[in-house]
C-alpha cells in the first residue's frame, strides 16, 4: 500500500514538476503563424523549393529555437541560418530532419534579441528537395518573403519563434511575475497557496482511495 | 457485531474518500478556472456577450439589424473586452500572452464596430443558441455588477458557476455508474477518470453552455437508467428526467437525442410492466409537449433550417463527394479518439508521444473488451441493459453527427467540423463506462485483478491531470 501510494506521489506529481522546472525551459512562443486564424488558409508547397528567406521577430531575450512547419517523408538534410540587420550569419547549421510535421532548430541563444527582427534563410541541397513540403499562409503584412530568390507576394512561412530561460530559478521568478501581471488581486494572492494545497488533497486523496480499492471489503463481483 | 463494525468501517471509509475527493476536484477546478486567461477557450467570448446582452438589454438575444447597436451601446466594458483580446492576442490563439507588448500598450483599443463585427471573435454568433445557460449565467453577471466588479473579475465569477455543472456531471457520473455495475469501486473509477481527464477540465473552465448541457444530460440519462432498472415506473424518476430532458433541450439543440432514448427507455418500462402504459401516458405525453414546446421556440428553427439544407443536398451528392466526406469521417475519428481525452484548448499536440500510444492502447482494449463482451452475451442471450442503454445512446448521438459532419462535408467543404471531442461529452458517463468495463473484461481473460486494472487506470489518468495542468495549461498560458 506504502509502495504504490509513493509510486502515484512520484508519477502524478514529482514527475510533472520536475518536467515543468527542469525540462521544458523554453517560453515565449510566437509568430503570426500561431494565430489560429491564420492556419485555416494553409498552402503546401508544390515545386521544389532551394531556398527561402523570411524575415522574423523574436518577442523576447535569449532567442533560441525556430520551429517550422513541413512535411518531412524522409530523413534529410538541410541549412538553417539567421542573420541580423548589417551583419554576417549570427547562427548557422547544417541538420537532418526525421519524417516529421515540423522542423525543429534549436541554437545557441542570441542575448538582447527582444523586439528585433532577424532574417531566417533556409537552404535545400537537391538530393532534399523532393522530401520536403514548407507550408505558408497568407498574410495582410506586407510580405517580404523570398522563395527561390523571388519575392512571394501576400505569403508567409509557417514558423514560430522560441526563447529559452537561464536557469529553472528564472523559470520560476517570470511565472510568479506573470501571474501578477494578469489576474485579479484576490488569484495573484492565492494562485500559488492553492498549488500547494493541490498536492496535499491529491495525496489524501489518493491515500483513501488506493485503501479502499486494495480492500478485500467491496464488491469484487464480476 | 464484527460484520456491523466493518459495515460502518467500510462506510465510513467511503464518505471519507467521497468527501476529499469532492475537495481535491473543487480545488483542481478552481486552479484550472485561474489559470486559462479569459477569452482564450473555444468561443467564450460570444458565451460571455450572449449573458451581456441577456442582462444589459432584459431579453434574449436574437440576430437582427439591432443588435449590433445595442451591444455597442455599454461600451465600457465591451472596450475592455476587446482591448483585453487585442493586446494580449489571446483569442483563438495558441501563443502566450503578449506579455511584452501588453506591459507597455495597455490603453490601445479598437473601435466597437470593428471588434464586434470582427470574423475571429465573433461575439454574437451564439445568439440563436436556446437561452437556459445564459439565464444561468446572468446570476454572477448580475451580481458582479452590484457589488462593482471589473469586467475580468465578473468573467472568472461566471467560470465558477460553470464549474458547478462539472460538479453535478461527476456525482451523477458516479451514480450512473454504481446503478450500471452495483460496484462502488468501479463506480469511483468511472467518477474519478471523468474528474482527471484534461479535456473535461478545459471544458468546464470557461464560460460555455457545453457545461449545462453536459450535466442536464447526465441526470436525465440517471433517471431514464433507473426507470430501466425499476420495477415499477416511479411518477418522481419519470418527472426528473423529463425535466432534465427540458432543462438541456435549453440549453443546447443537440441535446434532441434525449428524446428518442426516453421513448425507447418508455416502450422498455412497457414491456415488463404493461400497467405502466397507462399509468404513465399522461407523464409521457406531458413531457413530450413540454419538450415539443421548448423545441418549437428555442432549438426548431435551427434544427428545420439544418434538416431543408440537408434535403436540398441529397440530390447533389455524387460518388467523389461521398467518398472524400467517408475519408473524412474516417479520419475525424481517428482524431476523435485521442482528442475526446486530451484537447486542451488547442494545446492537444503538446502532450509526449507516449501518452497517445497509451491511450491508443486503453482505447483498443476497451474496444475489443467491448466486443467480446456482447459477443458473448448474444451467445448466451443474456443481456446487460445498462450496457446496451449506454451504446444505444453512443449510437444516437453518433448517428447525428455523423449526419451532420456528411452534410458539412458535402455542402460546405468543412471536413473536421465535428472532429472535437468534446461534442460527445454529453455522453462523457456512458463513454467511460463503456471504456473501463471493456478493459476490465478483456484483462480477465488474462487473469489480471480488478483493483489492479482501477489502480492503474487512476495512476494513469491522475498523472494525465497534474501534467496537463502544469506543462500544458500553465505552460503555455504565462511562458
Known amino acids: ?222 | 457485531m464484527k460484520k456491523i463494525t466493518d459495515f460502518f468501517l467500510q462506510n465510513h471509509l467511503w464518505r471519507n474518500l467521497i468527501a476529499i475527493f469532492l475537495l481535491f476536484i473543487i480545488l483542481k477546478g478552481t486552479i484550472w478556472i485561474f489559470t486559462v486567461s479569459i477569452f482564450t477557450p473555444s468561443d467564450e467570448t460570444t458565451h460571455f456577450f450572449y449573458t451581456h446582452y441577456s442582462v444589459t438589454e432584459k431579453m434574449i438575444p436574437r440576430f437582427d439589424s439591432n443588435v449590433v447597436e445595442k451591444i455597442a451601446k455599454n461600451s465600457y466594458d465591451i472596450k475592455k473586452v476587446h482591448s483585453y483580446l487585442e493586446i494580449e492576442n489571446t483569442a483563438l490563439s495558441i501563443s502566450h500572452l503578449n506579455f511584452n507588448r501588453s506591459i507597455t500598450e495597455k490603453s490601445q483599443i479598437l473601435s466597437d464596430e470593428k471588434f464586434i463585427n470582427n470574423l475571429v471573435i465573433h461575439p454574437t454568433w451564439s445568439f440563436n443558441y436556446p437561452p437556459f445557460y445564459y439565464l444561468i449565467e446572468s446570476i454572477p453577471y448580475a451580481a458582479g455588477k452590484i457589488i462593482h466588479l471589473d469586467i475580468v473579475s465578473i468573467v472568472y465569477l461566471m467560470r465558477i458557476f460553470s464549474f458547478l455543472f462539472f460538479l453535478v456531471t461527476v456525482i451523477f457520473s458516479y451514480r450512473i455508474a454504481l446503478l450500471i455495475d452495483g460496484d462502488k469501486k468501479f463506480a469511483f473509477v468511472v467518477a474519478a477518470i471523468i474528474a482527471l481527464m484534461p479535456s473535461v477540465s478545459m471544458n468546464f473552465s470557461s464560460i460555455n453552455n457545453d457545461a449545462a448541457i453536459i450535466a442536464f444530460g447526465h441526470i436525465a440519462f440517471y433517471y431514464l437508467l433507473k426507470i430501466i432498472y425499476s420495477a415499477r415506473v416511479s411518477f418522481a424518476d419519470a418527472t426528473k428526467g423529463i425535466l432534465a430532458i427540458a432543462a438541456a433541450l435549453l440549453a443546447k439543440p443537440q441535446s434532441i437525442i434525449l428524446i428518442p432514448l426516453l421513448l425507447g427507455v418508455y416502450f422498455f418500462s412497457i414491456q415488463k410492466d404493461k400497467k405502466a402504459f397507462k399509468r404513465n401516458i399522461g407523464i409521457l405525453c406531458g413531457g413530450l409537449l413540454f419538450a415539443g414546446i421548448f423545441i418549437y421556440f428555442f432549438t426548431f428553427s435551427v434544427i428545420a433550417s439544418y434538416f431543408n439544407s440537408i434535403i436540398k443536398t441529397i440530390p447533389q451528392i455524387s460518388f467523389a463527394d461521398f467518398k472524400i466526406a467517408f475519408t473524412y469521417d474516417v479520419l475525424r475519428r481517428i482524431i476523435l479518439s485521442f482528442d475526446f481525452w486530451l484537447k486542451v484548448h488547442t494545446f492537444s499536440n503538446f502532450f509526449p508521444h507516449f501518452i497517445s500510444i497509451l491511450l491508443g492502447i486503453f482505447n483498443a482494449l476497451a474496444i475489443f473488451g467491448i466486443m467480446l463482451h456482447f459477443y458473448i452475451q448474444i451467445k448466451k442471450k443474456n443481456y446487460h441493459k445498462g450496457l446496451i442503454f449506454c451504446l444505444a445512446s453512443l449510437a444516437s448521438l453518433d448517428i447525428l453527427y455523423t449526419l451532420i459532419q456528411y452534410y458539412e462535408s458535402i455542402a460546405h467543404k468543412m471536413h473536421d467540423s465535428l472532429s472535437f471531442g468534446r461534442y460527445y461529452f454529453l455522453l462523457l458517463c456512458p463513454i467511460i463506462i463503456l471504456f473501463v468495463w471493456g478493459i476490465r473484461h478483456i484483462t480477465t481473460f488474462f487473469k489480471i485483478p480488478n483493483k489492479v486494472i482501477y489502480i492503474g487506470l487512476l495512476l494513469f489518468f491522475s498523472f494525465l491531470s497534474s501534467y496537463s495542468l502544469l506543462n500544458i495549461a500553465i505552460q503555455y498560458t504565462y511562458l
Open chain 1, 1 to 222: 500500500m506504502k509502495k504504490l501510494f509513493f509510486l502515484f506521489i512520484a508519477v502524478a506529481i514529482i514527475f510533472p514538476i520536475i518536467h515543468f522546472v527542469f525540462f521544458s525551459p523554453f517560453y515565449d512562443r510566437a509568430g503570426e503563424w500561431l494565430f489560429l486564424f491564420n492556419q485555416g488558409f494553409k498552402k503546401i508547397s508544390k515545386e521544389n523549393i532551394s531556398s527561402i528567406k523570411q524575415p522574423i521577430v523574436s518577442p523576447s531575450d535569449q532567442f533560441s529555437r525556430i520551429v517550422v512547419n513541413a512535411s518531412v517523408s524522409k530523413t534529410s538534410k538541410i541549412r538553417l541560418g539567421i542573420s541580423a540587420e548589417k551583419t554576417d550569419n549570427l547562427r548557422e547549421e547544417e541538420i537532418f530532419i526525421a519524417p516529421k510535421k515540423e522542423i525543429t532548430w534549436d541554437f545557441p541563444q542570441i542575448d538582447n534579441s527582444q523586439n528585433k527582427t532577424y532574417l531566417l534563410q533556409i537552404d535545400i541541397p537537391e538530393e532534399s528537395r523532393n522530401n520536403i513540403r514548407f507550408y505558408f499562409f497568407s498574410t495582410d503584412q506586407q510580405s517580404s518573403i523570398i522563395i527561390n530568390d523571388e519575392q512571394a507576394h501576400g505569403l508567409s512561412l509557417a514558423t514560430h519563434t522560441e526563447s529559452k530561460f537561464s536557469t529553472p530559478l528564472e523559470k520560476i521568478q517570470t511565472l510568479a511575475t506573470r501571474v501578477k501581471i494578469y489576474k485579479p488581486p484576490l488569484i495573484q494572492i492565492i494562485f500559488f497557496p492553492l498549488m500547494g494545497l493541490y498536492i496535499v488533497l491529491f495525496a489524501v486523496s489518493a491515500w483513501h482511495g488506493l485503501k479502499i480499492i486494495l480492500s478485500e471489503e467491496a464488491v469484487d463481483k464480476k
